[in-house]
Each structure stands twice: as C-alpha cells, then as structure tokens.
C-alpha cells in the first residue's frame, strides 16, 4: 500500500470525469461514483484535485459536501489575442470568482495558466500581473503555469517566477529528468506538479488492440510488456514508481481514473522501481509523448 508519505503528494485529475478525455473518449464516470472516489479520497488524505475552467464538470461540490477538505488547483485558458488588461483582468476574475461560488470555497490553492504559450504572447506580461494580483488578494495561495514544450516553459521561467510547474512525465516521456533542468528548477524553489504518468491511458491498453497510429512504436510497447512479465510487475506499479522516483524533492503527481476501482488499485500500489531498464524505454518522438499531435482516426 503506498505511504501516507506518498498519498499526500497525490493530485486527482478531473479531466477525466469527462466523456471525451483520453484515448478511452466513450467511457465516463457518473455521478454517484465520482461521489465514492471523492469520499475515499478523504479517507485516503489525497487531498488534492486538479480543474480548469475548460473542464464542462468544474462545479466539483455536487461530488463533495465539503470542499474544505481539498486544496485545488484551477487551470485558466483564454484567447488572448486583442485583448486588453482590463478586459483579460475581468474575465479571469469572473471565472475565478465563479468557480469559487459555485463549490463554496474561499480560494484555490493554485491559479494556473493552462498553456505556455499564453506567457509567450504580446500580453505575457497583463497576464502575469493578473494572476499575482489574484494571490496577492487571497484568492489563491500560488501561481502556476501548465505546459508541453520544456524550451518554451524554460524561457519564461527566465522572465517570470511561477511557484508550481506541470509538465508531463512518464515511462516514455523523460524530457523532464536531466539534472540541469531539475537543478534550474530547484533554484528557482519551483513545486512540480507531473502529469500524463499514464498517457492518457496507453499503458493500460493491450499492445495489440492499440489504435493502428501507434503501431510504429511497436516495439517500444513489446519491449516495455516483456519486461513486466519478466519482473511480474503490473504498469500501474510501474507508471506509478517511476514517477515517484524522479530525484525532486517538490513535487506532486496527477492521476486520472476511469473508476473507484482504479483509484483501490492505486492507493494499494507497492512502489517498485527498475531505474536501468526504464531508461530504455525513454523516446524523443513528439507524435508519441505529445498526446495533441496523436492522429487518431475516431471509429
């Protein structure tokens, strides 16, 4: 069973409380089981939950009776193009403030710009004015920012200083896991948050029944099922060490379920870890890390 060390430090995602989220885009949860998750979520201190104002399902009380119990991390995405401070100010504030009244709580934990690109555009700067004034004001306890491209999230951590960074990890996507990255964000004192562990859920497909895309990382996903066999480990356990395992003192990993069962598997994991071998398993190719560039033909 994994410690209260490590359940602490676990963010449930609510993307997936959606239909169309990840590769399984026609299963959904429904409203009685979000329900148990969040009560044994409580029981389990996982105490963390991930949103956005993009997410249909971001009124998070009508799971919950109490949201007192969770720190949340709220993700903000806007069309920026032509806007002016004012009118970007009002419209988070609006959605920030909504948020807050619809699930009764005083303040998030996190505001968080949901793209990179939004601290890369003529309004970087409004932008990031906006959401200091929000922690300034209570209204969040950190600032963050959310992103896929490790050049383009470096570059602004140059110019601006975020409290929390997310950014993918998992068995195939190690972009993150170089020292002098990890030692740049260290001196910035900057919390991770990792995300896409499970890649919006491939790991758990079999090889074989895999969308036609991914056969051209075939034997990428033979090498990394024969090796489970050859320890007896199960990929949860495997996704789960090898996000544990990242040498970071400040950080917190995102998990996505597709049911209360998913979340029992995952708090009764017994973290095991192949540091040699997972290396191997490790790809540069953005048509695989990248889940928004996958060409999946819908059926």
């Not at 409580?42 to 969770?70: G, M, T, V």
């Not at 920026?80 to 959605?95: A, H, P, S, V």
């Not at 020292?179 to 919390?191: A, D, G, I």
Request: glycine share 2%; aromatic share 14%.
């Amino acid at each position: 069973m994994l410690s209260l060390y490590h359940r602490k430090r676990l963010i449930l995602g609510t993307a997936s409380f959606e239909k169309n989220y990840g590769i399984n885009k026609d299963k959904n949860l429904k409203k009685e089981e979000i329900i148990k998750i969040f009560k044994l979520c409580k029981k389990n201190n996982i105490r963390f939950l991930d949103s956005a104002n993009q997410y249909k399902e971001n009124n998070l009380r009508k799971f919950s009776n109490s949201l007192k119990d969770f720190k949340i991390i709220y993700k903000v995405n806007l069309n920026l193009k032509k806007k002016t401070y004012k009118q970007i100010k009002n419209k988070i504030f609006f959605l920030l403030k909504s948020f807050l009244r619809k699930n009764k709580i005083k303040k998030v934990y996190c505001i968080m710009i949901h793209s990179e690109d939004s601290m890369l555009s003529n309004n970087s700067y409004n932008l990031y004015k906006i959401i200091s004034l929000i922690k300034k004001e209570g209204l969040a306890e950190k600032i963050g920012i959310s992103g896929y491209n490790l050049e383009k999230i470096l570059k602004i951590f140059e110019k601006f200083r975020f409290d929390i960074l997310q950014f993918p990890y998992n068995l195939f996507d190690q972009r993150l896991n170089r020292t002098n990255v990890l030692n740049f964000f260290k001196k910035k004192k900057t919390e991770i948050h990792i995300r896409s562990i499970f890649l919006q859920g491939i790991f758990f497909i079999n090889a074989k029944k895999l969308p036609s895309y991914f056969n051209k990382w075939k034997k990428l996903f033979q090498k990394l099922n024969k090796n489970l066999i050859n320890n007896k480990l199960s990929i949860l356990n495997l996704c789960l060490s090898h996000a544990f395992n990242l040498n970071y003192g400040k950080k917190k990993i995102i998990f996505g379920i597709q049911s209360i069962d998913n979340l029992n598997e995952i708090k009764n994991v017994k973290l095991n870890y192949n540091k040699k071998f997972i290396k191997k398993l490790k790809s540069n190719d953005k048509k695989l890390i990248l889940p928004y560039l996958w060409n999946i033909k819908k059926k």
